[in-house]
Each structure stands twice: as structure tokens, then as C-alpha cells.
């Protein structure tokens, strides 16, 4: 029986502080690495964590209970990506130690949340928590949030919204335009709530981390994840700029806020859809080069281009009926763009399901034929 003592560090300020590579195994190597930490900063709980871990090991090892300590290190990214990183750790660890128990120790909240993943792999006896003790008069207490505040998480989510807001009260200013301010500020401040509220973090950094890993690997999708983030961007901003054009010249209580929503859409569909088109095609080329293409990548193309031409049927038809300037004056001729839209993005998706079931079946097929190879051989 082997009890293992697990130490946490899930945003890698072991790495990112002081230069120190995980796993960290063994009773002499933690106490080096939470002392180089300590040495760099030592208001980083992570070193008493690990120095916790120490002393549940030494207690342990008193009581003749055969134990072993390891810590595992994740990434600057919290979440998802820091997480995956220690799982690949900690099944490797798993793989070539006989464990059987473990102790988790942690310094908070945030770490804890990996216990139901370490529980997955081996059975968790205990959990420690290490709380630094503060002595509670005035001080103390600048003293702790003002290093919250240095605490990137805390600051990006605090000070962030507060920067933009004065960021565009006084660029609207120096364009003689305050009313303007408050349109700017509502939406700057709408789009950072929905990003934060659908954690949309977790995504750009996954996206950051592809892109990142496309380029050292010389991969297509770099450069075609670039060229449609380029038209991402390009699409935004003219569907910003007609939006702002009609606004200004009859107001939102004018045309009404679905209209001018319609020409948004309607302005940049094609964009949108072109740019996602360009990132399927570099991934389809990249799965081609590995030899893991299958007809059954194409699929998701098919679906996005039904989807931009439904939208750009129906946005244009909407626009027609709702009297505004530069619209079709024939809403009959806008009605029949509208059908032949859906006609046609209906025949699109069919040919994307008869492609994806088409490609379904033949991994079938060749499953029965390599079994029934197999039953012959044996």
C-alpha cells in the first residue's frame, strides 16, 4: 500500500516564477522548488502549500505509512487548459507508481475544483487545505487587497471595465460627440458582460493555444485561422460602420432596433461565412497532409454555407418590407430570393448529412470487414 501526497499549483507559478518544471517528485525536490518559490515571492501561498504537503509527509512517514509526495504543476491559463495539463501528469505519474490512496492538498477553492478529476484516478483519503494565517487590524487588510489587485485574474476582471468606460467617455469627448458616450459605453460594457457571463475566455484561450501550436508545427490552419480572423474583423467593422450610418440618420426609434439588427446581419453574413469557410479549409488541408482526411470534413463547410445563404435570404427579404433606404423597392422579387435561399440552403444541408451518413457507413463497413478478418485468423 502507497499513500500519495498530491500538491497543487494550477496556474504554474512554479513555472512562470521560478523557473521549475512539474511533476516535482519526492521529499527533497519539493523542498527545493517551494524554497526557490518562497525566494522569488514570498507571498505566494503555492510554496505553503507545498510546504503543507511536506508536513502531512513527515507525519505519515512517523507513523510507518509507506507515502510519497508529488506536485503537479498546470498553466497561466486557468481552466480548461491548465486542468488538461495536469491530468496528462498525473496519468503518467499514475502509470508508473503503484498508488493506491491519496492526500490532496491545496491552498484554496480554486484548486480544489481538480478534486473530482484526481478522485476519477485514484481514491482521495483526505483533503487539506493550507490557510495563511493574516492578523486582522487595518493594515493587514490594505496590504492583502492591494496584492489581490496585482492578481492578473482579479485585475483584468475589475479594472477592465472601469478602463474602458473612461477609454470611450473620452474619446467621444475629443470627437465633440458626448452623446455619443453613452452608446459606446453600453455596448463596450454589454460585450465584456456577455463574454465574461458565457465564459468565453476559456475558448479564446484554447483558440490562442491552437493558433500557437499550428505555427511551431508549420501548420495550414495558422495561416488560414489568421486570414479569417482578418475578415472576422473586416465584417464587424463595416457592418458597424452602415449600422452607425442608419442610426445617425434616422435613430434606432426610426427604423427600429430589429431592422437595424437585419442590416447587420445582412452586411456581413457573407464575410462571416467565408472566413469560417477558410478555417475548415486549412483544417481539411492539414488532415489531408497527416492522412486523416475523410469526406466527412466537408460536412461542417456544407452547413455554414446553407446557413449564411438562409440568413442572407431572410435578412434581405426583412429589409425589403420595412421601407429602408437602399432597399429593394420589389418586395415580391426579395420574397423570391428569400425562397430560393431556403430551396437552396435545404439542398446544401442534405448534401452535408448524405455526405457525413455516407462516410458513417463506410467506417461500418470497414469495422465489419477488419472483425470478421480477425474471427477468420483466429
Known sequence: MRTLVICIDRDN???????????????????KAAVELATVDPEDSDSNTIFGGINVLNELHSKGIDAEIVTFAGDKNVGV???QKIVVQLDAFLEENDITNAIFISDGAEDETLIPIVQSRVKIDSVKRIVVQQSANLESTYYILKNAFN?????????????????????????????????????????????????????????????????YEGQMTFVTNTIAIILAVIATMIGAVTLWKYFTAGGGWYYGLITLFTVFINVTVWWY??????????????LKINDHFSIKDVSPSLFITAMGLLFWGASTYILSVSALPGASDVPDLSLQYFIYSVVGAIIIALAGIKTSLKESFSDTQRKVKKGKKDKNKN
Open 13 to 31: 507559478d512554479l513555472g512562470e516564477k521560478a523557473n521549475v518544471s512539474s511533476p516535482i517528485k519526492g521529499r527533497e525536490d519539493n523542498i
Open 273 to 286: 461565412v467565408i472566413a469560417i469557410l477558410f478555417a475548415n479549409i486549412g483544417k481539411m488541408v492539414d
Open 151 to 215: 492578481d492578473p485574474k482579479i485585475s483584468q476582471t475589475f479594472f477592465v471595465p472601469i478602463g474602458l468606460t473612461a477609454l470611450i467617455y473620452a474619446i467621444f469627448l475629443l470627437a465633440n460627440y458626448p452623446e455619443g458616450a453613452i452608446i459606446g459605453i453600453s455596448a463596450a460594457i454589454g460585450a465584456y458582460m456577455l463574454y465574461r457571463g458565457f465564459n468565453l475566455d476559456q475558448p479564446f484561450a484554447l483558440l490562442r493555444e491552437r493558433m500557437k501550436g499550428s505555427y
Open 81 to 83: 487548459i491548465s486542468d
